[in-house]
């Protein structure tokens, strides 16, 4: 049996569902191994042991994968954002269909179930619509471009300053970035540009130990479809002096930009998430399109700093349209969608059915999608604010609904939900999830009492290069 500080000659056979490359011993003993792939011969070292299974680090790949390709980004394997980079696309979409596939037979206890392959990305670079970078005074000091290391740790961790994304299983150390891949090179500029103009000038970070220092977080948002740009500052508290000088300096460099905002955020928790915004530049907010793929049904949304939206906005038409399709949405539909947020999947399917009405707890989501309702004159959507599982247990009119559309968190439903959807009478459930392992525990409840079957299934890949897959399932009620 394996030991920690074993090193082993191995084949990877498969990834788990973090992407982690997957052996087995002669006894059958499982290890996982990151930045390993499939197909790959590799020497590792193991790391960590448990009693079902091992962790191991890669130290050399003796015969590459054949569907093993060049990262092109310096920080991968050190930044915890694109873990299967290095896979060839066509063998990430294979890998996610078969998260989805694994998930429902083995978490769902769905057997004989035929998954079509995932949907790619027609973009698989510069695909997003929003970062969040954070600063820290804990910069991560590593080779960024090696493949491969003898130690347990990356090279070595310094403090510092750091503008950048963070480090795997580490707080507080920030990964000093100056080139994403994931979003536009506009982007990239304006992380470069804020880097060094608070580095020049020596401010102060805010750190999680002593919780005092100013700057925090920057996030960037653009319309993909509109080409409007948002830049927003997270700062403790606010310096006018040095904001308004870093606007000038913004705005003689990046006339693009179409609105600026600096947030004060007093949190001790290290969450982009502000108390209070000063809009410096613009409205405060940017418009986003998204096509439905019928007459006449171009929808604008208005995405302010704290809006959720479909990070990917041209592959959320591909969601949103396959969503309509599996529905089969007809314009007799009265349809619920549940934990609608800012309204982008009611208003995209309004024009398909005869009424939608979307629930969700968080008032400011609500809010935004009102805002959208009006700015597209939908007439027959409605948007309120609701617990759902009170929602379903306590709204008269439920009756009036003969669909529900589900697009909860990650963490997936609650049980009670899960429950109450059981016994419901609703001719379809759709649910749409970022997560298969919660929606296939989900789902198993929903069809536990046996009056709902699954009809339809289909992944969407949001995020190339990660192991993240969207899904799509709608179950119909049996007869």
Not at 177 to 184: G, H
Not at 194 to 206: A, P
Not at 394 to 418: A, Q
């Amino acid at each position: 049996m394996v030991k920690r500080g074993d090193e082993l000659s191995v084949k990877i056979i498969d990834l788990n569902s973090e992407g982690k490359g997957i052996t087995r011993t002669a006894e059958g003993f499982v290890i996982f191994t990151e930045k390993a792939l499939p197909g790959d011969e590799a020497l590792i070292r193991i790391r960590k042991k448990k009693s079902n299974y091992a962790e191991a680090r890669l130290l050399e790949i003796i015969n590459p994968s054949p569907f093993r390709r060049d990262p092109q980004c310096e920080y991968f394997g050190t930044c915890g954002g694109c873990k299967v980079l290095n896979y060839e696309y066509i063998k990430q979409l294979e890998y996610k269909t078969n998260v989805v596939k694994t998930a429902l037979s083995k978490i769902g206890g769905f057997k004989d179930l035929s998954v079509p392959d995932a949907i790619g990305c027609r973009e698989i670079y510069y695909f997003r619509n929003k970062m969040e970078y954070s600063f820290s005074d804990d910069e991560w000091k590593s080779d960024y471009s090696r493949e491969e290391t003898n130690n347990d740790k990356p090279d070595k961790a310094e403090d510092g300053y750091a503008l950048g994304l963070h480090v795997p299983g580490f707080h507080s150390k920030i990964i000093n970035i100056e080139k994403c891949l994931l979003q536009s090179e506009y982007s990239n500029q304006l992380l470069k540009f804020t880097s060094r103009f608070f580095r020049e000038r020596k401010i102060s970070v805010y750190s999680t130990k002593t919780h005092s220092g100013f700057l925090r977080f920057l996030v960037l948002r653009e319309g993909k479809n509109t080409g409007e740009f948002m830049l927003n500052l997270i700062t403790s508290s606010y310096n006018e002096i040095l904001i308004r000088e870093y606007v000038e300096n913004l705005n003689s460099s990046f006339p693009g930009i179409t609105t600026i905002i600096n947030s004060i955020s007093e949190k001790k928790a290290q969450i982009a998430v502000a108390d209070k915004e000063i809009i410096l530049k613009g409205k405060g907010y940017i418009y986003e399109k998204l096509n439905t793929g019928i007459e006449s049904g171009e929808l604008n949304f208005r995405i302010s700093s704290g809006s959720f939206f479909q990070t990917n906005s041209l592959q959320a038409e591909v969601l949103f349209k396959k969503a309509v399709e599996l529905s089969g949405l007809k314009n007799t539909d009265n349809v619920l969608d549940l934990y609608c947020g800012g309204g982008s999947i009611s208003l995209f399917i309004s024009n398909f059915v005869n009424k939608v009405l979307g629930a969700e707890v968080v008032q400011s989501a609500v809010d935004d999608a009102n805002i959208n309702k009006e700015l597209n004159n939908s007439l027959n959507t409605e948007f309120i604010t609701a617990d759902i599982k009170d929602f379903l247990t306590g709204f008269r009119e439920i009756s009036e609904f003969n669909k529900v559309i589900l697009d909860p968190p990650r963490s997936g439903l609650h049980p009670k939900i899960c429950e109450i959807l059981s016994e419901s009478d609703f001719e379809k459930i759709i649910y749409v999830s970022c997560n298969p392992h919660t929606q296939a525990r989900d789902m198993q409840i929903i069809c536990s009492k046996e009056r709902y079957k699954i009809e339809n299934i289909q992944p969407v890949d949001m995020f190339p290069h990660t192991y993240h897959i969207e899904n799509i399932v709608t179950l119909a009620r049996k007869e």
